[in-house]
């Protein structure tokens, strides 16, 4: 059976550092910081005290009132970028076939404000089971994709991918595999994540994972520097249309760039840490590539995962150190991470919207706050530090970790 081709038509976001993907590009350019003080709870006791938040975020300005009260912030991104990206793929003026479109989506947590908020206030009742209506729809991770199949009556294939940090970009893979054999036209597919709440913050910091940069919150975020001192939460949520070629073609849909592969692979390791040397990541990179059907002096940039987390950054980097040898000193790699924080489980696929950009405009975003090279990163690794580079980017890789040792990795090609 031949597989069918897969391409990109469309894309949306909502992220710290931009309310739409071109504002979100715009930002990445010029390596703005999202990192600031918490404003959506009251921090003071906290061990971090600043995330990567939406800013200016209303969700009237998107929903009315009762639509509104009836999602979590995770499912209001997500909406919002699902909507920005069908209008980009022109999916409803095109009156595409609703029962071949579906719906993937990925979500690390889910509904954690809506969960915290309704267990805390039954804690405060004193045992009187006094319960939102909406509590569980709200709260549970697959209700976006539910959600925007329902706005726009899509009828095809319909679920959430949970992976943690990785779900998003499972999400891709997945919905790749399922219009490579022929079950979709199109997929509808993404990630959101709203986990800057009290008892988001509060688990991180409990188990080291989060920066305590509180002097400085716009420089934490600094993967790969020598003082990085764990990661910094962020918020938002990405979409990409993914479409058959064929179809693409017939509907005259401006085609973006190829989703050519899609590598999974896990540490099989520690529920946190990553493998030590780098085998998951090494792993589900040569998996991708082999996918692909591309070799490895072929890539012209890679979005690392690069969290900015002690061990993690260490890892990867080794990772493409050992599987792309001295083909690895000419790749234009960086982490937008450094900009963004870490969205979690919609992570890869804003990351994925970042190479796809670096391919469509010829410019890798930077990594920007680095100050000390780390002795234990080979220095000969291109980070694109600090500034922006343009370059000509015709294959484009982009990798997404998870707790639990979960590893996804997505290859873009110019088409």
């Not at 891709?172 to 490579?180: G, V």
């Not at 988001?200 to 420089?219: E, Q, V």
């Not at 975003?365 to 291109?382: K, Q, V």
């Not at 998870?402 to 590893?407: A, I, L, R």
């Amino acid at each position: 059976m031949e597989l069918k081709r897969v391409v990109v038509t469309g894309f949306g976001a909502i992220t710290p550092i931009g309310n739409n993907a071109k504002e979100y590009w715009e930002s990445l350019k010029i390596g703005a910081s999202g990192a600031a003080p918490i404003t959506l709870f009251d921090s003071t006791n906290f061990k971090t005290k600043f995330a990567s938040e939406v800013k200016n975020f209303d969700p009237l300005n998107y929903f009315d009132k009762k639509e509104a009260k009836k999602m979590d912030r995770n499912s209001q991104f997500g909406q919002i970028a699902a909507r920005e990206a069908i209008a980009h793929g022109r999916l409803i003026e095109d009156n595409v076939d609703k029962n071949r479109v579906g719906v993937i989506w990925g979500s690390g947590i889910g509904g954690l404000e809506t969960f915290e908020t309704e267990v805390l206030g039954f804690a405060e009742s004193k045992g009187i089971p006094r319960f939102n209506p909406f509590f569980i729809p709200k709260m549970i991770a697959d209700i976006t994709p539910g959600n925007i199949s329902i706005e726009y009556g899509f009828h095809g294939p319909n679920y959430t991918t949970v992976s943690a940090c990785a779900s998003s970009a499972n999400a891709l893979i997945d919905a790749k595999m399922l219009i490579n054999l022929g079950k979709a036209d199109v997929i509808v597919c993404g990630g959101s994540e709203a986990a800057v709440t009290a008892s988001g913050m509060g688990g991180f910091n409990a188990m080291h994972a989060l920066s305590t940069r509180n002097d400085d919150p716009k420089t934490a975020s600094r993967p790969f520097d020598k003082d990085r001192d764990g990661f910094v939460l962020g918020e938002g949520a990405g979409c990409i249309i993914l479409e058959e070629y064929e179809h693409a073609k017939k509907r005259g849909a401006t085609i973006y760039a190829e989703l050519a592969g899609g590598g999974m692979s896990a540490d099989a390791h520690h529920m946190t840490a990553p493998h030590p040397e780098g085998l998951g990541a090494y792993l589900v990179m040569k998996n991708c590539l082999e996918d692909a059907g591309v070799t490895a002096d072929e890539v012209d940039h890679i979005n690392m995962h690069g969290t900015s987390t002690p061990l993690g950054d260490i890892a990867e980097s080794n990772a493409i150190a050992k599987l792309f040898g001295e083909h690895a000193f000419d790749i234009q790699i960086n982490s937008t991470k450094s900009m963004t924080g870490h969205l979690l489980g919609a992570a890869g696929v804003i990351e994925a919207i970042a190479a796809l950009h670096a391919i469509i405009h010829g410019i890798v975003p930077p990594t920007i706050n680095h100050f000390t090279d780390d002795e234990n990163i080979d220095p000969r690794l291109n980070f694109t530090f600090n500034t922006a580079v343009e370059k000509e980017v015709n294959i484009a890789m982009s990798n997404t970790f998870g707790f639990g040792g979960h590893n996804a990795c997505v290859l873009f090609k110019k088409i």
